[in-house]
């Protein structure tokens, strides 16, 4: 299941059922889980460890340096769970000293051609990054969110789950869940309320979403006022908490 043409460092660590394609270089302090499949050509290195049963495919590069001028070869590391795959040309970076030292990528994620995840930056599960979608450095993107072909993340952003970011858009403020956004700078223009009931989101919970929504985006008051008037008027649902804790908790502003 190992090509010969394929440079595997003795002190990697690959589990049973692991296949590595033609030419491929896996370095020192690689670990691989079972049933991971890697095509030729790509080169998985640093301190990089790949759950089980993924799929990288050729031409990928998986664990290198950071590309941040800061970065002088710390110890510092890439986890990548399970069921992943990994497209042509994809580049997911390891993390810095500064950003706590770890880029985390969940489980069941689609990265397509091109794509790229830079230092530091929390990729959880479900995730589709579209062709040449891109994750500036110290970015968390949550459950279940889309990333369209072409987008860009500003680094320290946020991308809350259930959302959809256009193709080309350019996100530099936090993107709240469940809703879609797209521009240059990205702004949240409705909610994704197809993929909502696609996933088992109720009725109860999707009216709650709603006017919570139009309260925040549409109503024309502060910020802090839409946010009394959800604690006041909206009966609360753990989808719309997390909505609202989510906003409460920016950092950068919310694209709105």
């Not at 050509?41 to 290198?64: C, M, P, R, Y």
């Not at 530091?120 to 995730?127: A, G, K, L, P, S």
């Amino acid at each position: 299941m190992i090509h010969p043409t394929a440079i595997i460092h003795p002190g990697a660590k690959l589990a049973d059922n692991v296949s590595i394609g033609a030419y491929s270089t896996i370095g020192e302090h690689v670990v691989i889980g079972a049933g991971t499949t890697i095509a030729s050509h790509v080169v998985v290195e640093g301190w990089t460890e790949l759950g089980a049963d993924n799929k990288i495919f050729q031409f990928s590069s998986v664990g290198a340096d950071p590309q941040d001028l800061k970065y002088a070869g710390q110890e510092t590391y890439l986890k990548i769970g399970d069921r992943n795959r990994i497209r042509e040309f994809t580049t997911l970076n390891r993390g810095t000293e500064e950003g706590g030292a770890i880029t985390k990528i969940g489980n069941d994620n689609l990265f397509m051609a091109y794509s790229h995840v830079a230092h530091d930056c929390i990729v959880n599960d479900h995730v589709i990054m579209a062709n040449g979608a891109t994750l500036a450095g110290h970015i968390e993107v949550e459950s279940n969110a889309i990333l369209g072909g072409l987008s860009a993340v500003h680094q320290f952003c946020r991308i809350g789950c259930h959302t959809m970011i256009s193709g080309g858009a350019m996100v530099a403020q936090d993107v709240p869940p469940y809703t879609i956004a797209q521009g240059d700078r990205a702004k949240t223009v409705g909610l994704n309320l197809i993929g909502l009931k696609r996933r088992g989101f109720t009725e109860e919970s999707i009216k709650g979403i709603k006017k919570s929504y139009r309260l925040i985006f549409r109503s024309g008051l502060r910020l802090e006022e839409a946010l009394g008037k959800i604690a006041d008027e909206v009966d609360s649902t753990p989808e719309l908490d997390h909505f609202v804790n989510f906003i409460k908790q920016s950092q950068r502003g919310i694209a709105r």
